[in-house]
């Protein structure tokens, strides 16, 4: 259990316009957890960490991620009704790594159980083994459901460290699930060749991860990356999307950790965000590795939002 609870989300705030439908924006639409009457469109929590990324030996800052992504989608208007709950935040203190993970698979577990879309806002991409443990512990996995999990990416995170960091979450979700006697399908995107070791490439062989490198990922190749996407979406039944902001061009993102020298275009970033929110099997998904402390005029926050903006507003919810 959590030693503690959710930190309360700050407040949302922004530009008014208006109170009726066509004015509104997202600070208008989100309300803090608590009024549990009626239909929600997602339910944000925060994941404020960083303490996995400097045991992977990167630049701390992540567990400014939640609050930043929040200010940037606040003013971002909304063209469909939506309403949605801030759980608040899971904060990271004292080196307590593993026992914030839990506490954040608790709250992705409470949400997913209420019929709700958990949107997990980082953080460091140990956010993944949190969110992971949410939906693995859920009512909505169910014992015949596959779990498929799509990471746009440049790196694999697939390391096997004896200490958990923001290199290992995956490694540790396939060693969980084969103890379980269970499978699931990793798939990554935007896998850059020289940030991944040679020996990387072969664990994620050996462990039967399917992967597009970054640049096999240009605007020209959208029929291959259709494919891609597609093959992983067959061998799913219910979809954690996991986006590590590194996966963008350093010009497109810079406020992360890791900027990519190459990085894939934001235009196929996007349409893979559609593709998996209209699939009808999106029960969860995060964003990782926002650094404010490195961005420039809140460009990636900015791009981030909108990321979320539209998964969120595209997502086609899985059958109950």
Same mark, same amino acid.
């Given at each position: 259990?959590?030693? /503690?609870?959710?930190?309360?989300?700050?407040?949302? =705030?922004?530009? %008014?316009?208006?109170?009726?439908? $066509?004015?509104?924006?997202? #600070?208008?639409?989100?309300?803090? +957890? !608590?009024?549990?009457? !009626?239909?929600?469109?997602?339910?944000?929590?925060?994941?404020?960490?960083?303490?996995?990324?400097?045991? *992977?030996?990167?630049?701390?800052?992540?567990?400014?991620?939640?609050?930043?992504?929040?200010?940037? +989608?606040?003013?971002?208007?909304?063209?469909?009704?939506?309403?949605? &709950?801030?759980?608040?935040?899971?904060?990271?203190?004292?080196?307590? +790594?593993?026992?914030?993970?839990?506490?954040?698979?608790?709250?992705?577990?409470?949400?997913?159980?209420?019929?709700?879309?958990?949107?997990?806002?980082?953080?460091?991409?140990?956010?993944?083994?949190?969110? &992971?443990?949410? +939906?693995?512990?859920?009512?909505?996995?169910?014992?015949?459901?596959?779990? !498929?999990?799509? *990471?746009?990416?440049?790196?694999?995170? @697939?390391?096997?460290?004896?200490?958990?960091?923001?290199?290992?979450?995956?490694?540790?979700?396939?060693?969980? $699930?084969?103890?379980?006697?269970?499978?699931?399908?990793?798939?990554?995107?935007?896998?850059?060749?020289?940030? *991944?070791?040679?020996?990387?490439?072969? =664990?994620?062989?050996? @462990?039967?991860?399917? &992967?597009?490198?970054?640049?096999?990922?240009?605007?020209?190749?959208? #029929?291959?990356?259709? %494919?891609? %996407?597609?093959?992983?979406?067959?061998?799913?039944? @219910? %979809? &954690?999307?996991?986006?590590?902001?590194?996966?963008?061009?350093?010009?497109?993102?810079?406020?992360?950790?890791?900027?990519?020298?190459?990085?894939?275009?934001?235009?196929?970033?996007?349409?893979?965000?559609?593709?998996?929110?209209?699939?009808? /099997? @999106?029960?969860?998904?995060?964003?990782?590795?926002?650094?404010?402390?490195?961005?420039?005029? *809140?460009?990636?926050?900015?791009?981030?939002?909108?990321?979320? #903006?539209?998964?969120?507003?595209?997502?086609?919810?899985?059958?109950?």
């Amino acid at each position: 259990m959590t030693e /503690k609870p959710l930190e309360p989300p700050p407040a949302w =705030t922004g530009r %008014v316009d208006g109170t009726t439908q $066509e004015h509104l924006r997202w #600070h208008q639409a989100v309300t803090q +957890l !608590g009024d549990e009457s !009626g239909s929600c469109t997602c339910v944000f929590i925060g994941f404020a960490s960083d303490e996995g990324v400097a045991r *992977n030996m990167g630049r701390r800052g992540a567990a400014a991620g939640p609050d930043a992504l929040r200010g940037a +989608l606040s003013s971002m208007a909304i063209a469909e009704p939506v309403r949605a &709950y801030d759980a608040g935040t899971v904060a990271v203190t004292d080196d307590r +790594l593993e026992a914030g993970q839990e506490a954040l698979g608790e709250a992705v577990a409470a949400a997913l159980d209420a019929g709700r879309f958990p949107v997990v806002l980082g953080g460091g991409h140990e956010v993944a083994y949190g969110t &992971y443990l949410g +939906l693995a512990q859920s009512s909505a996995r169910g014992p015949d459901l596959r779990i !498929g999990i799509l *990471n746009l990416d440049a790196h694999f995170d @697939l390391r096997a460290d004896p200490v958990p960091s923001s290199g290992t979450p995956f490694r540790q979700i396939i060693e969980r $699930e084969r103890e379980a006697g269970t499978t699931l399908q990793y798939s990554v995107l935007g896998i850059s060749q020289p940030s *991944n070791t040679t020996a990387l490439f072969e =664990t994620a062989r050996s @462990l039967g991860v399917h &992967y597009l490198l970054d640049d096999e990922c240009s605007v020209a190749d959208r #029929h291959r990356v259709a %494919v891609f %996407v597609s093959d992983f979406l067959s061998e799913a039944d @219910l %979809v &954690y999307l996991t986006v590590d902001l590194d996966v963008l061009p350093a010009s497109v993102a810079p406020g992360v950790s890791a900027p990519a020298a190459y990085g894939v275009p934001l235009e196929t970033i996007q349409f893979v965000c559609d593709a998996i929110a209209a699939s009808g /099997k @999106l029960a969860v998904c995060d964003v990782a590795e926002l650094n404010p402390a490195f961005d420039v005029d *809140n460009r990636t926050a900015r791009t981030a939002a909108r990321l979320i #903006h539209r998964i969120v507003t595209k997502r086609i919810p899985p059958p109950r």
